[in-house]
């Protein structure tokens, strides 16, 4: 298992940029593929990217291509989501999570999770 503490979250206007960052403790790292999600009130879990323990793939949902990019940095063991124009819908708790399978998008395949964080937009 590895533990994971997301940070970044906050407000930002319609429009801006955050970045997000999932700091990873525990077992190897870099044998993970790292993923982000996010749930917004009375919403299920949905997936929004993923990226491969070596970060040459990247995956991403249909919503936020071409406007979030995730990438990691396996020295210091963290993975980052970078949000830029963001939208009244983004809103949502966003939260990282590792799995050892090559890749997924389906939050059952994700056995360790973080806390999730915030994002906040405003129109």
């Known amino acids: 298992q590895v533990q994971l503490v997301e940070s970044g979250g906050g407000l930002v206007q319609a429009g801006g940029s955050l970045r997000l960052s999932c700091a990873a403790s525990g077992r190897t790292f870099r044998d993970y593929t790292l993923g982000w999600f996010r749930q917004a009130p009375g919403k299920g879990r949905e997936f929004v990217a993923a990226?491969?323990?070596?970060?040459?793939?990247?995956y991403y949902a249909d919503s936020v291509k071409g406007r979030f990019t995730v990438s990691r940095d396996n020295a210091k063991k963290t993975v980052f989501l970078q949000m830029n124009s963001l939208k009244p819908e983004d809103p949502a708790v966003y939260s990282c999570?590792?799995?050892?399978?090559?890749?997924?998008?389906?939050?059952?395949?994700?056995?360790?999770w973080g806390q999730g964080t915030q994002v906040t937009v405003s129109s």
């Open positions: 999570a590792a799995t050892l399978r090559i890749w997924s998008n389906r939050e059952a395949d994700f056995g360790s």
């Open positions: 990226i491969s323990w070596s970060g040459g793939n990247t």
